[in-house]
């Protein structure tokens, strides 16, 4: 926020620029990687909930890929950004400093980076959301799991999908473009606009979650009872 106001990055240095490009790199594809496990896990809790029924198994089909899917971000991007051997041009008048050199000098990598750790979970999320929706109205109607006790969570899960969705997929779609085509008009779009857009989400998921909540709404929206007591004489 405080390169779009004054311009600039706030500390001019290819140290800051680095470290601020790995954090925000990796912690945005932490949480598409964590949305997405989210959203296949969900089918398992729903559909298959002997897979979590000791601790042994919620190991190994929660506990395990969160670790996993937390760590994985954090590390490819320190190696491809911190520790890469290609010469990073910082530009401290760009936001984020511009794009870090892998993405425009190592073609195989940067193809990797965008298919493996965007469009894969994006297309997950859409992917197992969408599944989840029609395997419960078609379980709904055969009675086969307890719909009341899974409705919330999965109208919780499939919102929140849906905004990870909307924010991600101007920026996925245009980075397949710009994979095919290394166009440097859609390159800017990319950094100035669809970039900005991802800060959208955590902005945005408090507000998701509250809304979910179990007679939120009812309470906000309902007005008051007026209570008019009369005067003692």
Same mark, same amino acid.
């Given at each position: ?24 790199? !990796? $912690? #945005?594809?932490?949480? /598409? ?21 000791? &601790? ?7 506990? /395990?890929?969160?670790?996993? $899917? ?11 950004? +911190?520790?890469? @051997?290609? &010469?990073?041009?910082?530009? %401290? ?6 794009? *870090? ?7 195989? /990598? ?24 029609? =395997? $419960?109205?078609?379980?709904? =109607? ?6 009341? =006790?899974? %409705? ?21 779609? #245009? ?8 166009? !440097?008009?859609?390159?800017? +779009?990319?950094?100035? %606009? ?7 989400? *955590?902005?945005?998921? *408090? ?13 906000? /929206?309902?007005? *008051? =009872? @007026?209570? +008019? ?5």
């Amino acid at each position: 926020m405080a390169y779009y106001q004054h311009g600039t990055v706030t500390l001019a240095s290819d140290k800051f620029c680095s470290w601020w490009t790995w954090w925000e790199y !990796a $912690i #945005n594809g932490l949480l /598409l990687f964590v949305m997405a496990w989210g959203s296949v896990e969900r089918h398992l809790l729903i559909f298959n909930r002997t897979m979590m029924d000791t &601790k042994r198994k919620r190991f190994f089909f929660h506990v /395990l890929p969160m670790i996993l $899917i937390c760590l994985y971000p954090l590390i490819f991007y320190f190696i491809t950004v +911190i520790l890469n @051997t290609c &010469k990073n041009q910082w530009n %401290y008048n760009a936001v984020f400093c511009e794009l *870090p050199c892998y993405l425009t000098d190592q073609q195989v /990598l940067a193809t990797y980076d965008f298919i493996a750790n965007v469009v894969f979970p994006i297309s997950a999320i859409a992917i197992a959301n969408i599944s989840l929706i029609f =395997r $419960i109205v078609r379980h709904k =109607r055969r009675h086969q799991i307890a719909w009341r =006790r899974q %409705y919330k969570l999965t109208r919780q899960l499939v919102s929140i999908a849906v905004i990870y969705t909307v924010f991600w997929f101007p920026l996925t779609f #245009n980075g397949l473009i710009i994979t095919f085509t290394s166009s !440097a008009i859609l390159q800017n +779009i990319q950094v100035d %606009y669809f970039f900005f857009l991802l800060h959208m989400v *955590p902005s945005l998921l *408090p507000f998701i979650s509250l809304a979910c909540l179990s007679n939120f709404m009812k309470t906000i /929206l309902k007005k *008051p =009872r @007026t209570t +008019i007591v009369p005067l003692a004489q």
